[in-house]
Nanobody, 117 residues
Framework: QVQLVESGGGLVQPGGSLRLSCAAS????????MGWYRQAPGKQRELVAA???????NYVDSVKGRFSISRDNAENTVYLQMNSLKPEDTAVYYC???????????WGQGTQVTVSS
């Protein structure tokens, strides 16, 4: 059974930093997609950052220059370094791993990030 476990969320002041981690266990195939999504109250879930198996990254415009996604293929782990956090970054953050083309995708349970003074 595949399980994604996220960690690193919490409360931080505006301008602060957090690093989210998402580690997968029980995965028999190497994911070719790893990404972080977020969902704020009353809003749709949005893709924040994604990284392919070759290391190509994509970011939503609102986090470009502030967030950085990285992955450890050997450990099936994905990270999201979040700097210069703003109150509008407040949301539940979810990681997703997928084997695109095989119809396999897995989600983490979500971790709360709150940016407030």
């Amino acid at each position: 059974q595949v399980q994604l476990v996220e960690s690193g969320g919490g409360l931080v002041q505006p301008g602060g930093s957090l690093r989210l981690s998402c580690a997968a266990s029980g995965m028999l195939v190497r994911p070719n997609f790893m990404g972080w999504y977020r969902q704020a109250p009353g809003k749709q879930r949005e893709l924040v950052a994604a990284i392919s198996s070759s290391g190509i990254t994509n970011y939503v415009d609102s986090v470009k220059g502030r967030f950085s996604i990285s992955r450890d293929n050997a450990e099936n782990t994905v990270y999201l370094q979040m700097n210069s956090l703003k109150p509008e970054d407040t949301a539940v953050y979810y990681c997703k791993m997928a084997k695109v083309g095989r119809g396999l995708e897995y989600w983490g349970q979500g971790t709360q990030v709150t940016v407030s003074s």
